[in-house]
């Protein structure tokens, strides 16, 4: 349940609802927030005289659900995505962070292709520990020069709590990986910041996991939250996981927070990151998170995802036509 209280309410109150009711408490300044476990059904009377309003949930899904409010608008920069806009903001850029030259070619073009912002990892949480594992803070740096040079938006990764106050540092845009959307350091600490966030559903993930995760960021008190859908993993092979587009639907009809696509991760082979992304665009997604490298075969990290620069301009092309007949508007 959340609780809409008056700020006169007394301190024993809120005490009693944080330790009977697991009550988690943002102070705003015309009203307490308070948000209840699933299991408190039933104001208690003690807290009664002091209730505005009340929304009560049957599941811990409660502060993204639009039965609480209508779809939230989220800044990336100084653009906006989500709630009515209409806006379709396309971040792009490689797996890694690499080298100086390699970052600074992919910013010219995306700069070249009207594009915003700018995705590259620093710290990579990779499958082997014998793969590319990211330059760390140094490609922090190299994005920071990035971002002074052209003026781009650094959306980059957090690959576990003992990066995360680095990456909260550098980063426009923070993004927690699919696996690790059960970090509760990440998720604890992405909360009490006021950056905001993209995460991504874990590839094993129910939807109501992946919204929970996303309650953990908002009841600390961090409502900027950005969904990503990047594909979960199915009995296919072909394919490296599966787009839940239908995990969108659920999504975009239920949940008040933007939604962002990432067909990269989704397919694993950039063949058909172009028809996936027109796909996404088809139903007014908020965004989509695009992998490309000026030399994909040669990356250091999922050569085999990364469209290249001039398959990059391609998908912009088509996903500009698509979006204006759909009175979209490309960011």
Avoid at 54 to 63: A, E, G, N, V
Avoid at 301 to 330: F, H, T, Y
């Amino acid at each position: 349940m959340i609780l809409h209280l008056e700020n006169k309410t007394p301190s024993v109150c809120i005490r009693d609802l944080e330790k009977n009711h697991f009550a988690k408490f943002i102070f705003h300044q015309d009203y307490i927030q308070a948000v209840t476990s699933k299991n408190t059904v039933i104001i208690p009377d003690s807290i009664a005289p002091y209730v505005i309003d009340s929304w009560p949930f049957d599941s811990d899904f409660q502060l993204g659900n639009v039965e609480y409010k209508p779809r939230r608008t989220v800044k990336i920069g100084h653009k906006l995505l989500g709630g009515n806009t209409k806006n379709l903001h396309l971040i792009a850029g490689p797996c890694s962070v690499e080298s100086k030259e390699q970052i600074t070619t992919v910013a010219k073009a995306l700069i070249k292709n009207g594009i915003t912002s700018i995705r590259a990892g620093c710290f990579k949480p990779r499958t082997s520990p014998y793969s590319f594992m990211g330059l760390g803070e140094e490609g922090l740096l190299l994005l920071n020069d990035v971002r002074e040079e052209f003026g781009l938006n650094i959306v980059t990764e957090a690959r576990d709590a003992t990066n995360i106050d680095l990456v909260l540092k550098y980063a426009d845009v923070v993004q927690i990986g699919t696996k690790s959307m059960y970090d509760h350091g990440i998720l604890s600490a992405c909360g009490e910041s006021d950056k905001t966030i993209m995460l991504k559903r874990g590839f094993g993930s129910t939807l109501q996991e992946f919204l929970q995760a996303a309650e953990f960021i908002m009841s600390a008190g961090n409502e900027n939250v950005i969904l990503c859908e990047r594909g979960i993993r199915t009995f296919e092979s072909k394919t490296r996981f599966t787009l839940d587009l239908c995990g969108v639907a659920f999504l975009k009809h239920h949940c008040n927070l933007p939604v962002v696509v990432d067909p990269s991760h989704a397919l694993g082979h950039s063949y058909g990151i172009i028809d996936l992304s027109k796909a996404a665009t088809a139903m007014e997604v908020d965004g989509l998170l695009i992998e490309t490298h000026p030399s994909p075969k040669e990356a250091l990290s999922d050569a085999s995802q990364q469209i290249d620069l001039k398959e990059l301009e391609q998908l912009c092309s088509s996903v500009q036509s698509l979006a204006k007949s759909l009175s979209l508007n490309i960011i």
